[in-house]
T-cell receptor, first 113, second 114 residues
Framework: GDSVTQMEGPVTLSEEAFLTINCTYTATGYPSLFWYVQYPGEGLQLLLKATKADDKGSNKGFEATYRKETTSFHLEKGSVQVSDSAVYFCALSERGSARQLTFGSGTQLTVLP | EAQVTQNPRYLITVTGKKLTVTCSQNMNHEYMSWYRQDPGLGLRQIYYSMNVEVTDKGDVPEGYKVSRKEKRNFPLILESPSPNQTSLYFC?????????????FGDGTRLSIL
């Protein structure tokens, strides 16, 4: 079945540092890939998505590129801010799947001033 | 404003006392789903519904029930809660038929079963 593997957390960075959160996936077909973010006390919000190979999703300075050859969708940001502190979830959705989303385990990011 | 509303946000209760967590969406979405979030496990799907009167089990359905009598509402029922159901629960909704459509999440319900 489908699965998503994220790098273990928590991750602690200083403000303005470079961020990478690794995500790899296993899927039988051609999934769409997502990054969701969960700020403290809130539900998940869509951060960015990519729907086919080599697509790059971007939002709020975050980027991720759909790499079919390495089945990866790593999240990157060039300069993190304290306000980026949150839990980040990688997820996939397979066309024709009634289950919709399969999530990774989440990565807690803390950015220190 | 498009939103998914869950109630209550927090609940502490005791083993065996039936409880219902409500979920309502105002986006006319066909698809609704319940997840539980536990440390190190991410979000696991409990039940989902593709339309009114159509529900199906997710990954961890044991101990839960759902119903979908109206398109906007998808309550989660714990008939006889147990401590292992202590968790953070999220309801979500989306359009159906397109895998690239995001899900919209409620703000969560934190349940503690003593």
């Amino acid at each position: 079945g489908d699965s998503v593997t994220q790098m273990e957390g928590p991750v602690t960075l200083s403000e303005e540092a470079f961020l990478t959160i690794n995500c790899t996936y296993t899927a039988t077909g051609y999934p769409s890939l997502f990054w969701y973010v969960q700020y403290p006390g809130e539900g998940l919000q869509l951060l960015l998505k990519a729907t086919k190979a080599d697509d790059k999703g971007s939002n709020k300075g975050f980027e991720a590129t759909y790499r079919k050859e390495t089945t990866s969708f790593h999240l990157e940001k060039g300069s993190v801010q304290v306000s980026d502190s949150a839990v980040y979830f990688c997820a996939l959705s397979e066309r024709g799947s009634a289950r919709q989303l399969t999530f990774g385990s989440g990565t807690q990011l803390t950015v220190l001033p | 404003e498009a939103q998914v509303t869950q109630n209550p946000r927090y609940l502490i209760t005791v083993t065996g006392k039936k409880l219902t967590v409500t979920c309502s969406q105002n986006m006319n979405h066909e698809y609704m789903s319940w997840y539980r979030q536990d440390p190190g496990l991410g979000l696991r799907q409990i039940y989902y519904s593709m339309n009114v009167e159509v529900t199906d089990k997710g990954d961890v359905p044991e101990g839960y029930k759902v119903s979908r009598k109206e398109k906007r509402n998808f309550p989660l029922i714990l008939e006889s809660p147990s401590p292992n159901q202590t968790s953070l629960y999220f309801c979500a909704s989306s359009v159906i038929g397109a895998a690239n459509q995001p899900q919209h999440f409620g703000d969560g319900t934190r349940l503690s079963i003593l």
